[in-house]
């Protein structure tokens, strides 16, 4: 008891004074952040609901590649699916990450697969937060979650087992090392170039839409930062580790680095995004939504006024994204559908922080409201 007594227990005055502080806003945000976890989780959760887990997208061309890996020991260099006979040379990273759970775990491929996927998704949740919040602030960090859970392109990259999965949330941990590498010091070889080179890697033998992206975002950002020093190599060391990583491993597979002997390449694979979706052309708006490009807008702009730091990346992002999504105009007609996601990706986190500003411009005019109508009561 006398242990309790020395306890000095806050008083009315006080409690009230602490849920009206900051300390009562990070607590409705972390209610906020778990609100949105468990509707996003609960959705992804569907994955092991399948008859057969997962039973859509292009699961089975993988676990093919997957089995045989597992039964041989080593990586086919023969495609088996349209026929074989030919190269295999679709990047190994994300085949291997299942092949080498599912030795580990006895699980056959298929059902590794739509674990992993959920795994995925919830890391995707997790560097969407982290790289908002680094970029801005907390508060936009949890818009962007929000525009995230409903946006419908998302949902459908983060429920279907595929690469790209594992691409966009290596993508996105690449910039959030370029950004969280302080801006103010001289360049140096420090951990987060390291971790943004490996990170780079990774993407670069994940999935190749995706690596292609990521090199057209950094070789972007870089462009915008030549007269930084500085910034400009941050940018241009995972950009020279997606490229010499990729070329490698087309030199091993292919034994040549022109892409356009490629059939995607070749035949035009792909369907082209307009605003509204139709019998050939995928919807921007079916797609992302109809909020986030409004939003989208405020937050860019917002970051624009307050001189956000490294705010160029999320430019480079946005820019190099939307050109890769419409390259039909520039007559490549390349996988504009695929390119999308990561379009819808990029607006998601300046819509983010466009409902921060909505709510920080809200906040402080009820605030000075608040104010002058005290004002106005007393005597």
Same mark, same amino acid.
């Given at each position: 008891m006398k ?5 000095k227990?806050?008083?009315?005055a006080?409690?009230s004074?602490?849920l009206?502080?900051?300390?009562a806003?990070a607590?409705l ?6 609100a !949105?976890f468990?509707?996003?989780?609960s ?6 609901? #399948?008859?057969?887990i997962?039973?859509y997208?292009?699961t089975l061309?993988?676990?093919g590649?997957?089995?045989l890996?597992?039964e041989?020991g080593h990586?086919?260099?023969q495609?088996?699916s349209?026929n074989?006979g030919?190269?295999?040379f ?6 291997l990450l299942?092949a ?5 775990? $006895?699980?056959?491929? /298929?059902?590794?697969? #739509?674990?992993v996927t959920?795994?995925l998704a ?5 560097v969407?937060?982290a ?8 508060g936009?960090?949890?818009g962007?979650l929000f525009?995230?859970t409903?946006s419908p392109?998302m949902?459908?990259f983060t429920?279907?087992? %595929?690469p790209e &999965?594992? #691409? *966009?949330f290596?993508?996105?941990?690449? =910039?959030?090392?370029? /950004? ?6 001289p360049?140096?070889?420090n951990v987060?170039v ?7 890697a990774v993407?670069? !033998?994940t999935?190749?839409?995706?690596? &292609?992206?990521?090199a057209?975002v950094l070789?972007?950002?870089a462009?915008?930062q030549v ?6 190599l941050k940018a241009?060391?995972p950009l020279?580790?997606v490229?010499?990583?990729? #070329? =490698?491993w087309?030199?091993?597979?292919l034994?040549?680095l022109?892409? *356009? $002997? %490629?059939?995607q390449v ?7 995004v307009?605003?509204l979706a139709?019998e050939?052309r995928v919807g921007f708006?079916e797609?992302? $939504? %109809?909020i986030v490009?409004p939003?989208a807008f405020?937050g860019l ?11 160029f990346l ?7 994204s939307l050109l890769?999504t419409?390259?039909?105009l520039?007559?490549v007609n390349?996988? /504009? @559908?695929?390119?999308l996601t990561?379009?819808v990706?990029?607006l998601?986190?300046?819509? $983010?922080i466009?409902?921060f500003a909505?709510?920080?411009?809200l906040d402080?005019h009820l605030?000075?409201?608040s104010?002058?109508?005290?004002? @106005?009561k007393?005597p």
């Amino acid at each position: 008891m006398k242990m309790f007594e020395s306890i000095k227990w806050p008083n009315k005055a006080e409690i009230s004074d602490r849920l009206t502080s900051r300390d009562a806003a990070a607590l409705l945000r972390y209610a906020v952040i778990a609100a !949105l976890f468990v509707l996003y989780v609960s959705y992804r959760l569907s994955v092991l609901r #399948g008859y057969i887990i997962p039973t859509y997208g292009n699961t089975l061309y993988h676990v093919g590649i997957e089995r045989l890996t597992l039964e041989s020991g080593h990586y086919p260099t023969q495609e088996l699916s349209y026929n074989g006979g030919f190269p295999n040379f679709y990047v190994p990273a994300y085949r291997l990450l299942i092949a080498s759970q599912s030795l580990l775990s $006895g699980l056959d491929p /298929m059902v590794v697969s #739509g674990l992993v996927t959920i795994l995925l998704a919830i890391a995707v949740f997790g560097v969407f937060y982290a790289f908002t919040k680094q970029l801005v602030h907390a508060g936009a960090a949890v818009g962007a979650l929000f525009f995230l859970t409903l946006s419908p392109e998302m949902t459908i990259f983060t429920i279907r087992a %595929l690469p790209e &999965l594992l #691409g *966009l949330f290596t993508f996105l941990l690449t =910039l959030f090392f370029v /950004m969280a590498n302080k801006t103010d010091v001289p360049f140096q070889f420090n951990v987060y170039v390291a971790l943004s080179v490996v990170a780079a890697a990774v993407t670069a !033998l994940t999935h190749q839409i995706t690596l &292609l992206t990521l090199a057209v975002v950094l070789a972007v950002y870089a462009l915008t930062q030549v007269k930084n020093r500085s910034e400009f190599l941050k940018a241009v060391c995972p950009l020279f580790a997606v490229l010499v990583a990729y #070329g =490698l491993w087309q030199l091993y597979s292919l034994h040549t680095l022109s892409i *356009l $002997g %490629l059939a995607q390449v070749k035949y035009h694979e792909g369907t082209p995004v307009d605003f509204l979706a139709s019998e050939f052309r995928v919807g921007f708006f079916e797609r992302a $939504g %109809l909020i986030v490009l409004p939003f989208a807008f405020i937050g860019l702009g917002w970051l624009e006024r307050n001189k956000a730091n490294k705010r160029f990346l999320l430019y480079s992002w946005i820019l190099a994204s939307l050109l890769l999504t419409k390259n039909d105009l520039l007559g490549v007609n390349i996988f /504009m @559908d695929r390119f999308l996601t990561f379009f819808v990706g990029s607006l998601i986190i300046a819509a $983010g922080i466009g409902a921060f500003a909505v709510l920080q411009f809200l906040d402080s005019h009820l605030l000075q409201a608040s104010r002058e109508s005290k004002v @106005d009561k007393e005597p």
